[in-house]
């Protein structure tokens, strides 16, 4: 069965930075595209972020370009975001989505971003 | 960008009755290398992750009841649910996965 599990969210002030890590098991992880998608609260989804199996193809949502980065560690079967320049528009559940090219499968539970002063 | 949207915002159902939700997108999701449909449909019940129910269209992920089917191509498609049951109460969301950035629908919120 495959497992995906986030940390690292919490509260940060507008301008701060946090890194969000993904936990995958149960999964050929080095096989697989990887995303990130958020979800204000009481709103819809936002693809955030997409990167390859090897770690050297990535796309990014507009609003996040230059201030957020993915990358992944295939030998701890494991995913990031690291968000700096946090505005409050950034507050969202962050799920991390195994994808199929650029389909994306399996959702974690997700981990909340606050963005406050 | 390929802009996704879906009608209606929200519809109720009676409990046996089917459900229709539309997704139009903003350019074709044909793909004419391998003539598939790169649409996606995912459901999302209160407190939950989403749910992967249709890819390429019309292809139902693992597990998904044969109630949910998908139809459609190039820009339009069709999410029917044939007789709703009480846990189908969701929001719904089509997604194109043709191509970075991808994009979602507003989503469709079924209620009985």
């Known amino acids: 069965e495959v497992q995906v599990v986030e940390s690292g969210g919490g509260l940060v002030q507008p301008g701060g930075s946090l890194r969000l890590s993904c936990a995958v098991s149960?999964?050929?992880?080095?096989?697989?595209?990887m995303n990130w998608v958020r979800q204000a609260p009481g709103k819809g989804l936002e693809w955030v972020a997409i990167i390859n199996k090897d770690g050297n193809v990535k796309y990014y949502m507009n609003s996040v370009k230059g201030r957020f980065a993915i990358s992944r560690d295939n030998t701890k079967n494991s995913l990031y975001l690291q968000m700096n320049g946090l505005r409050v528009e950034d507050t969202a559940v962050y799920f991390c989505?195994?994808?199929?090219?650029?389909?994306?499968?399996?959702w974690g539970q997700g981990t909340m971003v606050t963005v406050s002063s | 960008d390929i802009v996704m949207t879906q009608s209606p915002d929200s519809l109720a159902v009676s409990l046996g009755e089917r459900a229709t939700i539309n997704c139009k997108s903003s350019?074709?999701?044909?793909?004419?290398?391998?003539?598939?449909?790169?649409l996606a449909w995912y459901q999302q019940k209160v407190g939950q992750p989403p749910k992967l129910l249709i890819y390429w269209a019309s292809t139902r992920g693992s597990g998904v009841p044969d109630r949910f089917s998908g139809s459609g191509s190039g820009t339009d498609f069709t999410l029917t649910v044939s007789s709703l049951q009480a846990e189908d109460v969701a929001v719904y969301y089509c997604h194109q996965h043709y191509g970075a950035p991808l994009t979602f629908g507003q989503g469709t919120k079924v209620e009985i």
């Open positions: 989505v195994t994808g199929r090219g650029f389909l994306l499968d399996i």
């Open positions: 149960g999964f050929i992880f080095n096989s697989e595209w």
């Open positions: 350019q074709s999701l044909l793909s004419s290398s391998d003539n598939q449909n790169y």
